[in-house]
């Protein structure tokens, strides 16, 4: 099972990316886990620097931009 965080403190760019990875996710079948972490301390631990992130098994896999459903089922895939 995949682990999934959107890293951001809620703005709307964070709330799309969370949209956006959902949307990819369920268009994959995906079986995995996908939280939201909003705790500046956690999302700086990552190295992240620009929100919103998205972090895959503990890796970092884009920041400072919401990626197209496509380009995220390419990430996730």
């Given at each position: 099972?995949?682990?999934?965080?959107v890293?951001g403190?809620?703005?709307p760019?964070c709330?799309e990316?969370?949209?956006?990875?959902?949307?990819?996710?369920?268009?994959l079948?995906?079986?995995c886990?996908l939280?939201k972490?909003?705790?500046?301390?956690?999302i700086?631990?990552?190295?992240v620097?620009?929100?919103?992130a998205?972090?895959?098994?503990?890796?970092?896999?884009v920041?400072?931009?919401?990626?197209?459903?496509?380009?995220?089922?390419?990430?996730l895939?």
């Amino acid at each position: 099972m995949k682990k999934l965080k959107v890293l951001g403190p809620g703005c709307p760019k964070c709330e799309e990316l969370m949209k956006q990875t959902q949307a990819a996710v369920d268009e994959l079948g995906l079986d995995c886990h996908l939280e939201k972490v909003t705790d500046i301390m956690t999302i700086t631990s990552y190295g992240v620097m620009i929100t919103p992130a998205l972090v895959v098994d503990g890796q970092v896999k884009v920041s400072g931009k919401v990626p197209s459903v496509d380009d995220l089922k390419k990430m996730l895939s």
